[in-house]
């Protein structure tokens, strides 16, 4: 079993940053894949960004440039960093935990408003 806890969201005016941080426990492999998803009301839920434990990245078209993603792997931690918001980004973001093998984790989300 892993459990994913998120934090950092919150209601932020358009142009302005926030911090997501996700704290990662229990049966932690090394080769993994940390990230994030997000879900808008009435919208599917989508990839944001995601790093390997080998650090390879990838990002949503709508995010590059403006949106970072970094970990901690000692500490089995995963963030997001995200600059000049849009009143689009808001949305319930969930960090997301896949291994090499075995089950996909989940976090319980964190909301982000941004405000126009």
């Known amino acids: 079993q892993v459990q994913l806890v998120e934090s950092g969201g919150g209601l932020v005016q358009a142009g302005g940053s926030l911090t997501l941080s996700c704290a990662a426990s229990?049966?932690?492999?090394?080769?993994?894949?940390m990230g994030w998803y997000r879900q808008a009301p009435g919208k599917q839920r989508e990839l944001v960004a995601s790093?390997?434990?080998?650090?390879?990245?990838t990002y949503a078209d709508s995010v590059k440039g403006r949106f970072t993603i970094s970990r901690d792997n000692a500490r089995n931690m995963v963030y997001l960093q995200m600059n000049s918001l849009k009143p689009d980004d808001t949305a319930v973001y969930y960090c997301?935990?896949?291994?090499?093998?075995?089950?996909?984790?989940w976090g319980q989300g964190t909301q982000v408003t941004v405000s126009s």
């Open positions: 997301n935990y896949r291994p090499s093998m075995g089950v996909t984790y």
């Open positions: 229990g049966s932690i492999v090394s080769i993994n894949v």
């Open positions: 790093m390997t434990s080998g650090s390879r990245t």
